[in-house]
């Protein structure tokens, strides 16, 4: 062949199995594990074991094992397992020098190292070498004598001997280190193993002054308990409360000393220090010790105790959440109640106190208007409850310095404070009160609150210098200029009233012009001036044309008149005033779908008092003007002024509006006629399909439709008056 690069490699063939048939052996996967897991239990090598022939030989064996050891350590002196194994084989061989001097050598260089020590000490115990121990252990504590280790074996071991008096004497040489806790139980327990109870007090006496904890002095009273010394107990815990004292209190020591006096039948001394306890311990560390207390309540109390337990509990909810949020005002009211209901004067106090130190963050009404009732109540309760005059007035004025009243202000607080004075039979201290707040901030309630107090003590004059101010800062105001006339009224000043009221009607700007109105008509009303009442009429149908104003003219000329005889003249000047309000009306033009329904509401009126005043004339007179009430249909627009559909409403047609109605009839059929020669144009221009042409029929005669509904509604009603109102009733 050529050459190799102008030919492709041939892929290699795959061989073929010649023999298929199943081997005679078969392995599967079970035995392959099998063989696998017993193999992991097979006996791993063992180095042969050496026979020594004679004691030559054993000495050559000896040599090797030292000069390997010695080899090792000059190796690596840092490996303290070299140093214990070489120490250990020559202890086997019963050469207790060689091991001495390896552990020496060891030391020299792991002076600190535990496990030397230890081993050390072990093999001079093992060898009952007692005295070489002691010494490798008075060695190890006053080289290390922060291991408690060596100390145990120390003490252990004297122990063991039977050498009491040198245990003792360790475990003194021990405690000048004020170790652990655990340490000093085991010395009390040692103690106690020899009956030795007076030693083991002193030693707990040591015991509480290296650890002031709660748990030992606690352990050292049940000590004393279990001793048989109850008086000697109590005494612990007494000690152990002065020395703790209030800012380190501790419930677990209470509940203890508590404890202990119900298992000693001391149940009244129990409930004195639960309740001692609950007072001077925060709420929020005394969760266990109240719970105590109402199980022990519970098994050994009376109802009241049980009680106390309820609101003891209660206490300790409501001091948890006003720790949670301290301006939670609805908290400190509930908190409030709970010390009110229990009686104890001095804790309601100190929970006012702490109540009103969390004034709001912010200078924002809303912010103060829960937290000015905790003055309130606190001034309330000074002077109701406490019956402590003094103090109420000293928490009233705090109050009001404490209020920003150049921003904003509660004039409740300056009434009740005005009102407290007047109680204590001090009027000129109310009143300077109530004169300072108009001064500062001259709020209608205040205003009406003073002349209100001047009205009880009959001080008119007053009362009219009050109104004068009270006018000058707000002459808008309709309700006072009311008060005011009405005062001048009940003194019997009439001229002075009336002259109040033109004041007041000729103010430009008020609040309430209607009632205003009305209270001056009723006032000449109530004098029987009557020819007063129609001239203020006349002078409000001046200022505007309401159809209030007509139907109530209407009603007074109905209703009064010079003489109860006048009939005829009565009702002349009742018809004479619906019908001026019927002209006003027709030609108002503002809202012409209001002024429509102030007509028929105008209508109905008049129609009412014909037909139970009126003769057959008058009555079909009227009727002639009885409108007609028709449903149509307008579009609805949006804020943004688009529109958002159609809407039907109900409207009145009066028969003095349909004179214009052929003209609408004849300017619609114009309109009908031109949009008919427009769509015969587009279809001559632009023919369509048949079903266009259908649908432009179809438009046309919505249209006609809608022309001729809306003419018909636009036509005057068929038949009589009164059957025109009950179809649009209907």
Not at 287 to 307: C, I, M, P, W
Not at 335 to 364: F, M, T
Not at 463 to 477: G, Q, S, V
Not at 529 to 550: G, S
Request: charged share 35%.
């Amino acid at each position: 062949m050529g050459d190799s690069g102008d030919f492709a490699r041939a892929p290699p063939r795959a061989t073929k199995v010649k023999n298929k048939a199943a081997a005679e052996q078969q392995i599967t996967a079970e035995q392959l594990l099998r063989e696998a897991r017993e193999r992991t239990h097979e006996r791993p090598l063992e180095v042969p074991r050496q026979h020594v022939a004679d004691e030559e030989e054993l000495r050559d064996l000896q040599g090797r094992k030292r000069k390997q050891f010695e080899d090792d350590i000059r190796i690596d002196r840092t490996r303290i397992s070299v140093w214990l194994s070489y120490a250990r084989f020559e202890a086997d061989l019963h050469e207790l020098e060689r091991s001495r001097s390896v552990f020496e050598r060891c030391l020299d260089e792991h002076g600190r190292v535990v496990a030397v020590w230890l081993k050390y000490a072990q093999m001079e115990m093992k060898n009952k070498s007692v005295n070489r121990a002691r010494n490798i252990w008075d060695r190890a504590t006053y080289l290390l004598p922060r291991v408690d280790q060596f100390w145990y074996k120390y003490v252990y071991m004297e122990e063991m001997l039977g050498n009491v008096d040198g245990a003792r004497k360790v475990f003194e040489r021990w405690m000048q280190w004020q170790p652990e806790e655990q340490a000093w139980n085991s010395y009390i327990r040692m103690e106690l193993r020899y009956g030795e109870t007076g030693n083991a007090r002193q030693i707990f006496e040591r015991f509480v002054v290296v650890h002031p904890e709660v748990r030992i002095w606690v352990k050292y009273a049940r000590f004393e308990e279990r001793a048989g010394d109850v008086a000697k107990a109590r005494e612990v815990y007494d000690r152990a409360v002065t020395f703790f004292g209030d800012e380190f209190m501790d419930e677990a020591l209470f509940v203890a000393f508590c404890h202990f006096e119900e298992s000693q039948k001391e149940f009244e001394r129990a409930r004195v220090i639960y309740k001692y306890a609950l007072e001077h311990i925060p709420k929020e560390r005394a969760r266990d010790l109240l719970k105590n207390y109402t199980q022990f309540e519970k098994k050994h109390g009376d109802r009241a105790g049980v009680e106390d337990v309820i609101v003891n509990k209660r206490r300790f909810t409501y001091e948890e959440e006003v720790a949670k949020n301290a301006t939670n005002y609805d908290a400190w009211f509930d908190y409030i109640r709970l010390e009110e209901g229990h009686g104890d004067p001095a804790r309601v106090r100190a929970v006012y106190e702490r109540a009103i130190l969390n004034v709001p963050p912010s200078q924002e009404k809303r912010l103060w208007r829960r937290y000015i009732y905790l003055w309130i109540y606190y001034a309330v309760y000074e002077e109701l409850e406490a019956r402590d005059v003094a103090r109420a007035r000293e928490v009233y004025r705090v109050c009001l310095s404490v209020v920003p009243n150049k921003k904003f202000t509660f004039a409740k607080v300056w009434l009740m404070f005005a009102h407290f004075e007047l109680r204590q039979r001090n009027v000129s201290a109310a009143r300077r009160i109530l004169g300072q707040a108009v001064g500062m901030c001259p709020k209608d309630k205040i205003l009406k609150g003073y002349i209100d107090l001047e009205l009880q003590l009959r001080e008119f004059d007053r009362c009219r210098t009050l109104y004068e101010r009270y006018l000058e800062l707000n002459p808008a105001n309709c309700s006072t200029w009311i008060k005011y006339a009405e005062l001048e009224s009940l003194l019997g000043d009439e001229e002075r009233a009336r002259a109040i009221f033109e004041l007041a009607v000729g103010q430009e700007v008020l609040d309430m012009p209607e009632m205003l109105w009305k209270s001056f008509i009723d006032f000449e009303v109530d004098l029987e001036e009557w020819d007063r009442v129609r001239h203020l009429y006349r002078a409000l149908l001046d200022r505007t044309q309401h159809v209030k104003v007509f139907l109530s003219f209407a009603k007074f000329e109905a209703t009064h008149g010079t003489a109860a005889a006048d009939d005829e003249g009565r009702a002349a000047r009742v018809r004479a005033v619906y019908k001026e309000g019927d002209d006003a009306l027709r030609v108002a033009a503002a809202d012409a779908d209001a002024s429509r329904e102030d007509r028929a509401l105008l209508f109905e009126a008049w129609q009412q008092f014909e037909a139970e005043h009126g003769d057959a004339d008058s009555q079909a007179a009227v009727a002639k003007r009885a409108p007609r009430k028709v449903k149509k249909r307008r579009a609805i627009i949006a804020d943004d002024g688009t529109e958002a559909g159609m809407e039907e409403y109900f409207d009145y047609i009066f028969p003095d509006e349909t004179a214009a109605a052929p003209n609408l009839k004849l300017l619609e059929m114009a309109r009908l006629w031109k949009a008919k020669q427009e769509a015969e144009q587009e279809a001559d221009s632009e023919p369509g399909t048949e079903a266009e042409a259908e649908a432009a029929e179809d438009r046309e005669a919505e249209a006609e439709a809608e022309a001729e509904a809306d003419v018909d509604a636009d036509e005057p009603p068929n038949g009589s008056g009164c059957e025109g109102v009950a179809n649009g009733v209907v």
